[in-house]
């Protein structure tokens, strides 16, 4: 350790990393990656613990750029909730890359909620034909909270819509967004607001798809959807003739296509064939083109990658809280 080895808790990693300086590290970040200076490998995922005591899973996400490395290991049991811990827990240890000295540990939860929401955000920025207006949030949970965070605080967003199977939890999202200074509202149904909103983003755990599909009607190029769910293949929030209309338009973009095709299941149920999906570091590139095309949503699945965990621990390591 150094002297200067900073722990921060879960408060204190949120301070380091508001969500648009974020983006733009995540921005940054692609630059990197396209120039070959950053660089992490798949992540490992190893099964823990069993049925009687609680199972989990283990995952384990290195990276690195230039001048630093770090690791990201993250703990998952979808039981801990009734043990009255947290699903994931988990750390994020940041090293000098050339000297292997600890700088800091981050909180692993609050790094991989902000980062998820800002490279959402960042694609909303980058590719959303209407990026203001009115935004529709599927999903209650951890991640639907730090998207609207995301999006009010990097957009001019004027209103946002939320609908889960849970009302309670979609009622209390809405009172937050009142908080933040947006008009709010809960909806029942999706297809109810979709010709009013630009913006659409899903953060299920859904089994089945969570959006109308291509031939309901009510799908313009006007809209932008972040799919970020759906991160196992059992798992599907966007319907398939969704997928292939926006694949075929080359309006199917994702944050990185390492781990694609064992994660996206939405993608993987749809059959799209991966040279149709276009990754986030070449596609933000040719945004303005993006944007301008037409005949289908533009859709942007996101499954993570550890590089845009490294952002943040860029950003975290030069920003003071």
Not at 268 to 280: N, R, S
């Amino acid at each position: 350790m150094t002297a200067s080895f900073q722990p921060l808790d879960a408060a204190a990693t949120a301070a380091r990393l508001p969500y648009p300086e974020l983006a733009r590290a995540i921005a940054a970040m692609l630059g990197e990656l396209r120039d070959g200076t950053a660089m992490a490998p798949p992540r490992i995922a190893l099964p823990i613990g069993d049925a009687e005591r609680g199972a989990g899973t283990l995952l384990v996400m290195p990276a690195r750029n230039r001048d630093l490395v770090m690791t990201k290991n993250i703990t998952v049991h979808p039981g801990n909730p009734q043990r009255g811990l947290a699903t994931i827990l988990g750390e994020v240890l940041v090293a000098n890359a050339h000297t292997g000295e600890r700088v800091a540990m981050l909180d692993g939860p609050t790094v991989t909620g902000r980062r998820t929401a800002a490279v959402s955000l960042l694609a909303a920025q980058s590719f959303a034909p209407v990026p203001d207006g009115e935004l529709l949030i599927v999903g209650a949970g951890v991640q639907a909270e730090t998207h609207l965070e995301a999006f009010v605080d990097g957009l001019p967003v004027r209103k946002v819509w939320f609908q889960s199977r849970t009302r309670a939890k979609a009622e209390a999202l809405a009172a937050r967004a009142r908080e933040l200074g947006v008009a709010a509202e809960v909806v029942d149904e999706v297809a109810h607001v979709l010709p009013r909103v630009s913006m659409v983003v899903t953060v299920t755990s859904s089994r089945t798809a969570v959006l109308p599909d291509l031939d309901s009607g009510l799908w313009t190029e006007r809209h932008f959807i972040a799919a970020v769910g759906a991160f196992r293949p059992d798992m599907c929030e966007l319907p398939p003739r969704l997928c292939h209309a926006a694949a075929a338009s080359g309006r199917l973009l994702a944050d990185t296509l390492f781990g694609i095709e064992d994660e996206a299941g939405d993608l993987l149920q749809a059959g799209i064939d991966w040279a149709d999906v276009q990754p986030f570091e070449s596609a933000i590139l040719e945004a303005d083109a993006l944007r301008a095309r037409t005949r289908s949503p533009l859709v942007f699945k996101s499954v993570g990658y550890a590089l845009w965990d490294l952002a943040a621990c860029v950003l975290a390591s030069t920003r003071r809280g």
